[in-house]
């Protein structure tokens, strides 16, 4: 059963804090799975998970395919026995300000990431909480 994110524990939260690769699954139209690898941030107290990427990307292309009330996603950590899986409703934003934002997040996380023109941002609204984390 899954939990929400109102209902974690600082344990949970220094494990997002962490710096770990992730997982994000999204389902292309043929019902298979699509699993890449990226950094995810998260903000607990809005319940968004953030993935910045390449606008030209599949799993960028898959989400905006969705249409404007979003794609179904997770993306899932893993560290030994820990991990943690958020599944939410992805969306895809340009905005220069959010990009921007987005990629001062992951920088606290993980490192400066690469100049990259045509970024984007993978937004996920969190919806359930899985994980021993």
Known sequence: MGRRLADVSEEFLQFWRERHLSTLTTVR???TPHVVPVGVTLDVET???RVIS???SHKVRQIRA???GGAQVAVCQVDGRRWSTLQGVAVVRDEPEVVADAERRY???YKKPRENPSRVVI???VTKVLGNA
Do not use: L, W
């Open 29 to 31: 139209p043929d019902g």
């Open 47 to 49: 319940a968004t998970a």
């Open 54 to 56: 390449s606008g030209t």
């Open 66 to 68: 969705a249409g404007p």
């Open 107 to 109: 920088e606290q996380r």
């Open 123 to 125: 937004e996920i609204s």
